[in-house]
């Protein structure tokens, strides 16, 4: 029961940690940067493009790196008060 209580308190020191110390540094993808990789998937054939795929592909991701974002902000916000 110890061990398992050492391991949690572990993890999240651990948590905390990587996001005060990446909070600041992460970065956001910009559409110009998403269009070459994914390009570059397409050409290396990992990627098979149906015309709007990319399209959506870049909604998705930018909809989901906002969210990301706003959650980083809410940690480190939670975290320095």
Known sequence: MILVVVALVAFATAMVWYFVA????????????????????????????????????????????LKNEQERLSWEEGITE
Do not use: C, M, P
């Open 22 to 65: 990446r909070g600041s540094k992460a970065a956001t993808i910009s559409e110009q940067d998403f269009d070459d990789t994914y390009r570059e998937l397409v050409a290396n054939g990992e990627l098979v493009d149906r015309g709007t795929d990319r399209d959506a592909a870049w909604r998705d991701f930018h909809a989901w790196q």
